[in-house]
């Protein structure tokens, strides 16, 4: 008797483990056939929908039953009804196919340019003045892309783009020759900051113009190395062959408006940002007649056959500005 109990026992396990081992190998198509017999109440109707021959349909449920190792329907005479199990493999079923076309949306959304993650590099003069602005544009247009935005000096963004960190890049085009591609971004007017009493001030508010010789006969707030401003002083002073009186450098226009403004020497800066940070009437913001006053900035960007469809979808935004040429 013992023995017997043990083979039962036994053969039980076996039917256990085989059950589970099995798992369930059906695909999307027969899950829809499934939904569609339990909504129509028959095979027959179930594979017209999915536009199946009614036996390899038959075949499909068959294969789904006993892979889960339970029968999912009643047969009826002119039917097919759900039993219990039946209706809970039905939510399962409709839930599995729900979140495979929320899937294929996602992808499609990510073809199409509408999802996905872009690298920026940009240099602080483009993040201050004109990318806050285009990137809420961005987040109102494309919700579901997102930017990840690095600021940094305009030799830096060359770098980034270069070496694969950033998918695009922003930066003031008189720094560097790139062979990467470039569109034009936007415009901006450099200008002299001091206080109100400086004797450049006095120079601009008698009518006189201040022009890059005078201004570098006087000592500077400068930016880091690698900033397109600290360049163009650089080059001023080589073309003019005058000495660069750089006082001390700073990483940020925010840090050279507090030497600025504790009298240890004046600074160049864009217009709008000296609006922005320097607003005191305490402040002359003086403007600066050299050519190189008036700057372009471009963006470049990887190669378009390693551009997702995210980034150039960005790139077309940012680069539609007709403030840009």
């Not at 569609?36 to 038959?58: C, D, F, K, N």
């Not at 987040?139 to 892309?145: E, G, L, T």
């Not at 056959?305 to 007709?322: N, R, Y």
Request: proline share 4%; net charge neutral.
């Amino acid at each position: 008797m013992s023995k017997n109990l043990a083979s039962v026992s036994l053969l039980s396990e076996e039917r256990n483990v085989y059950r589970i081992a099995s798992g369930i190998r059906c695909d999307l198509v027969t899950l829809k056939l499934f939904v569609a017999t339990a909504e129509l109440g028959g095979i027959t109707h179930g594979a017209a929908r999915l536009h199946l021959v009614p036996a390899a349909a038959s075949r499909r449920i068959r294969e789904l039953e006993d892979q889960l190792g339970i029968a999912l329907f009643v047969r009826l005479p002119h039917g097919m009804a759900l039993n219990d199990a039946g209706r809970a493999v039905l939510a399962h079923a409709r839930a599995i196919l729900h979140s495979a076309e929320r899937m294929q949306d996602d992808m499609q959304a990510f073809l199409q340019g509408n999802r996905g993650v872009v690298r920026i590099a940009a240099c602080t003069s483009a993040v201050l003045q004109f990318l806050t602005d285009d990137l809420r544009k961005s987040h109102q247009r494309y919700p579901d892309i997102h930017i990840d935005l690095h600021e940094m000096n305009s030799e830096s963004v060359i770098q980034a783009v270069q070496r694969g960190v950033a998918d695009i890049g922003i930066y003031e085009q008189t720094v560097s020759h790139v062979s990467l591609s470039v569109v034009p971004y936007r415009k901006d007017r450099l200008c002299v900051v001091t206080p109100v009493g400086h004797p450049l001030a006095k120079l601009v508010a008698s009518g006189q113009p201040l022009t890059a010789a005078t201004l570098l006969e006087h000592d500077l707030i400068g930016l880091t190395e690698g900033a397109s401003i600290s360049i163009m002083l650089s080059s001023l002073a080589r073309r003019l062959e005058m000495p660069l009186k750089m006082r001390i450098r700073v990483g940020s226009f925010d840090s050279m408006a507090a030497m600025i403004t504790c009298g240890i020497g004046i600074g160049l800066m864009p217009e709008a940002v000296a609006r922005q940070i320097i607003p005191s009437p305490d402040f002359a913001h003086l403007p600066l007649t050299d050519s190189a006053a008036s700057r372009q900035f471009v963006l470049c960007y990887q190669p378009q056959s390693k551009l997702a469809m995210a980034a150039d979808s960005i790139l077309t935004l940012l680069s539609s500005d007709p403030a840009a040429c």
